[in-house]
């Protein structure tokens, strides 16, 4: 990838971290070990742009990556999750009085959200995404809903729309201009409300989660980047706000005109934040391989998604104690992580394993995984891998 800035165009970006040999795609699990341990490895050199604050992955290889059907980061399987969801889907069609109108999702999954925008009033929701192709879902059964298993292009977008929502996409784009000026174009004249969420990059350095770093996310959004995003591109933003505990960065915006050299004058605490993030990795690493070393049994992970895959591949030798992933989504039951090949097993099978320790890989969920394991009458020792 070019070392300029894919946001700005500036060069000469500040280092932060590297992790090699990772899942290419962390998202995609395997039919079983073998395939698993075979699965495809990238390396992971992370920059940051001193002028706008966007951070990158140097490293990345776009002719690498392949979205699949099988590619799958669902998080609504968590009754956490599904409140997020729907108070945020409540709140769009309230702001922007979205009852009885049309709605364009980017890279919709398998329809969770379209299902909820149209629970709460829509009168059409219409996704887009290549990873369902020849995927059922259950979010398709209500009126109006409609997912397109393709990736959208520019003339998916000359059809009536009064909002359109993208949600954790723009991560995994090399070059994120042209679909914001595509939206742009498309809206012209009109009134249409433009909801954008992305990990936010802001808290994964300050809670120095490096187990939020993955290779299919290329870019890494901060507040002050994806301010200069939307306002480079034609909009202006409603709101930048962090939520689901910080972890998720979210942008309303309205279109606007174009100001095609904007940048944020507050970055300095992003750059600060990163130097930051760069000297404490490796104490945060090494204080994982230490408390393995003490491990005397077994440990699974409770979350296979990319925090609980990330952690497991960075563990290396040290993760030889790891037994298993649990994981609520029963699409990953029965399957393997890449990398490291170990199984997902359903929340059930815990009391077959019985292990001794339990690590969470998202704190949000720790509430609710606690009062399960006391629930079966498991008793490990618990830990939080990040958050």
């Known amino acids: 990838m070019d070392q300029a800035c ?17 899942p290419l795609v962390c998202n995609q699990l395997w039919p079983d070990a073998e395939a698993a341990a075979k699965a495809p490895l990238g390396d992971i050199d992370l920059v940051i742009c001193e002028g706008c604050a966007l951070i990158w992955n140097h490293a990345f290889q776009a002719n690498r990556m392949v979205y699949a059907p099988g590619y799958e980061n669902a998080l609504h399987f ?20 979205l009852a009885e109108r049309d709605i364009i999702e980017i890279g919709c999954g398998d329809g969770h959200m379209l299902d909820l925008m149209a629970k709460h009033g829509v009168r ?36 009536p729309f009064d909002a359109i929502l993208c949600r954790h996409v723009l991560e995994h784009l090399e070059d994120p201009v042209p679909l914001l000026r595509d939206i742009r174009h498309a809206i012209g004249n009109r009134d249409v409300a433009v909801y954008f969420e992305v990990p936010n990059a802001g808290w994964m350095l300050d809670n120095v989660s490096m187990w939020d770093v993955i290779y299919e996310h290329v870019t890494y959004w901060t507040a002050p980047a994806i301010t200069a ?3 480079r591109t034609g909009f202006e933003p409603v709101s930048v706000s962090a939520g689901y505990g910080g972890q998720f960065l979210m942008i309303e915006a309205k279109p606007s005109e174009p100001d095609l050299a904007w940048k944020s004058g507050d970055t300095a605490s992003i ?3 990163a130097t930051g993030f760069k000297a404490a990795v490796g104490q945060e690493l090494a204080k994982w391989h230490e408390r393995f070393a003490r491990l005397d049994g077994r440990a699974v992970i409770w979350g296979a998604g990319s925090k609980g895959i990330t952690f497991a591949n960075a563990l290396g030798q040290s993760a030889g104690a790891l037994a298993a992933l649990v994981d609520l989504n029963p699409r990953k039951h029965g399957l393997a992580v890449p990398g490291v090949a170990l199984p997902v097993i359903a929340p059930e099978e815990l009391a077959g394993v019985r292990p001794d320790l339990l690590l969470i890989s998202n704190a949000l969920y720790e509430p609710e995984i606690s009062a399960r394991m006391r629930s079966m009458g498991l008793h490990s020792a618990i830990g939080v891998i990040a958050g």
């Open 78 to 97: 968590s009754p956490r999750f599904q409140a997020f969801a729907d108070e945020l889907a409540a709140g769009l069609v309230a702001r922007y009085d």
């Open 6 to 22: 894919p946001l700005c165009g500036a060069s000469e970006p500040l280092e932060i971290f590297a992790l090699n040999d990772m």
């Open 124 to 159: 059409t929701a219409i996704g887009f995404d290549p990873s369902m192709q020849g995927v059922t879902t259950s979010y398709t059964q209500r009126n109006g809903v409609e997912i397109v298993p393709e990736y959208l292009s520019s003339k998916d977008l000359d059809r």
């Open 271 to 273: 750059r600060a934040a």
């Open 229 to 231: 995003l939307f306002r």
